[in-house]
């Protein structure tokens, strides 16, 4: 299959796109390094040294005999030259990670909101105007996230993306119908996402355009099989307060005797998944494509779920580490239960990696080899959900 990766140089779809070309695709990297911007904005680098993504496609044709196209453009802004790549291209599917993707970074200021909300839904609703025009059957694959539902305490397992829901009309009678899963963003990045779906419910139902938005759980962990291959294709590892996951900024500080940060009570339960089955969701989704039609088809993308100060006691006693609780800049409850049907992914083939598979201490050892690039001053999050949350942290440090 022809596959077009928009942001394919970043954190999921780098790795994406070499697992895709492994597995026999053509495949084409559009991006326009806003990423790597990001660093020299925030004044931070990943863990692992990231090489100039010409250097890693060229390490990827020597290590696998497999070439991959690169196009430089920004999907949110250059719709013309977008649309022009797919007419040219004539993809089988696009797989769309080229959104902004952290929540602390979308709440860190007025500007980081704005150019989130702008950066996203420009994005994805360029891809979806450019399908159209170019009159080309293609299956968009979104990385969505799990955030889209927000975080209860009711005790019900999320179902993948709809909710069926019956009312009663003028007469009484009532009647059913499945709606999209209502939604609960917790932050503007996550408000993003869920206005993408509301984009592509609309032109799956007006255009056609078959869709998959693959509501994916927090990711961790850094290496797959392919960047495997060459200290060339490493992936990110990101530890800062706004980009860093929460585990792997735990194994980060555990890495260099920080004490673990966890926000609050730590009672928040979250939906994770590791970067290889990430890739093999990715993988799975697409080459599923003929399946799609009609509506959106939503996966949860995601193998488990850990309460936060759970997941530091684990690294603790993993790794031996202290756990130290701070204030949440987060405005969010101080406990949720979390626990979702992943039926379809589950369907398609993934068997998925968990926790106590071994790889949380080869993750330590990447950690502790590259020690020496880790800026402690920058593992706290600085980005503040509102004023309130603000107060409460100045305080506590005070």
């Keep these: 299959m022809r596959v077009v990766v928009l942001g394919g140089d970043g954190f999921c779809g780098w790795p994406s796109a070499l697992h895709l070309s492994a597995s026999g695709h053509d495949v084409t990297i559009v ?19 990231i090489r100039p993504l010409a250097e890693r496609i060229e390490a990827w044709q020597a290590a696998s005999g497999r070439e991959i196209a690169v196009v430089e453009l920004d999907v949110a802004h250059d719709y013309d030259a977008m649309t022009e790549l ?12 080229a959104e902004q993707r952290s929540a602390p970074y979308s709440m860190k200021s007025p500007p980081h909101k704005r150019y989130t909300i702008d950066n ?57 119908r499945e709606i999209l899963y209502p939604t609960q963003p917790g932050s503007v990045y996550h408000l993003s996402k869920s206005l993408d779906q509301l984009l592509f419910q609309f032109y799956a139902h007006n255009d056609g355009v078959r869709v998959t938005d693959l509501h ?12 495997e291959r060459d200290p060339r294709l490493i992936n990110r590892f990101d530890y800062d307060g706004d980009y860093g996951t929460v585990l792997n900024r735990f194994i980060v500080e555990a890495a260099i005797g920080y004490p673990l940060t966890v926000h ?29 039609g009609g509506q959106v088809r939503v996966m949860n993308q995601m193998t488990e779920t850990h309460r936060v100060a759970d997941l530091a ?34 369907g398609l083939g993934l068997a998925p990696i968990t926790l106590d598979s071994g790889l949380l201490a080869t993750e330590v050892g990447i950690a502790r080899a590259y020690s020496g690039r880790i800026d402690a001053s920058r593992i706290p999050c600085r980005s503040f959900w509102n004023e309130s949350r603000r107060s409460a942290v100045e305080e506590q440090s005070a």
Excluded: K
């Design 86 to 97: 797919l007419i040219t291209v004539r993809p089988d599917a696009v797989v769309h990670f």
């Design 216 to 227: 994916q759980g927090i990711v961790w962990g850094t290496q797959t099989d392919e960047t």
């Design 120 to 176: 996203n839904l420009n994005a994805t609703h360029n891809l979806l105007a450019a399908v159209v025009q170019a009159g080309i059957d293609i299956h968009v694959v979104h990385l969505g996230t799990m955030g889209v539902y927000g975080y209860e305490t009711v005790p019900v397992d999320l179902p993948e993306g709809y909710l069926t829901v019956s009312y009663p009309d003028r007469h009484g009678e009532m009647h059913s």
């Design 264 to 292: 609050g009570t730590g009672g928040q339960t979250r939906a994770f998944i590791n970067i290889r089955d990430t890739v093999r969701c990715i993988r799975l989704a697409v080459e599923s494509g003929f399946q799609v």
């Design 313 to 346: 006691q684990l690294v603790a006693r993993t790794i031996g580490a202290e756990v130290d609780r701070v204030a949440n800049p987060r405005q969010e409850a101080d406990e949720n239960q979390l626990a979702a049907r992943n039926d379809r992914l589950l």
């Design 31 to 49: 991006d326009n390094f806003v990423r790597r911007r990001a660093d020299d904005e925030l004044g931070v680098q990943s863990l692992t040294p």
